[in-house]
């Protein structure tokens, strides 16, 4: 075949360090675009955004130029350069270490985007803690509690 063609979705989920609650609704609209425009930068683009206080979703489209790990660490990496700009963030802000990405089906798309544009809705009544645990749960990945929260 002459030509390479993919399209893997990925629904990308990483927090605040020891989910302190830093991310004021003042900062998220522009935080979310400014996410968007890294991963248009790195042919990844954002199909939808949505955080809470202490954590963020993100689905995109990923590109074939680039690994996922090499798009985390890039987005995370300049978002919280960025956020340390910011009136009201603290100067010393960080993201957890680690994150979880999870592949999304064509199928799928609808309810990913739904659930992610819903976050206040959905974090009223689950914890980020408890809901990433039925993330893990629902893709059977084993983890170790210790280990997933800093």
């Not at 979705?9 to 900062?27: A, M, R």
């Not at 350069?81 to 993201?95: E, H, M, P, V």
């Amino acid at each position: 075949m002459p030509q390479s063609l993919s399209q893997i979705y990925i629904h990308l989920v990483f927090g605040t360090k020891i989910h302190e609650p830093l991310l004021e609704n003042s900062v998220r609209d522009e935080l979310h675009r400014y996410a968007a425009t890294i991963l248009h930068n790195l042919e990844s683009p954002a199909i939808t955004i949505g955080s809470v206080s202490n954590h963020v979703h993100i689905l995109f489209s990923l590109s074939r130029n680039y690994p996922v790990r090499k798009i985390v660490e890039e987005v995370k990496k300049s978002s919280s350069k960025w956020l340390k700009t910011k009136d009201g963030i603290s100067a010393n802000f960080q993201w957890q270490n680690g994150y979880g990405v999870f592949s999304v089906s064509q199928s799928g798309l609808h309810d990913v985007i739904d659930y992610i544009e819903k976050q206040h809705d959905h974090h009223r009544h689950v914890s980020f803690q408890e809901g990433y645990r039925k993330f893990l749960q629902k893709y059977n990945i084993e983890f170790d509690e210790r280990y997933v929260w800093d």
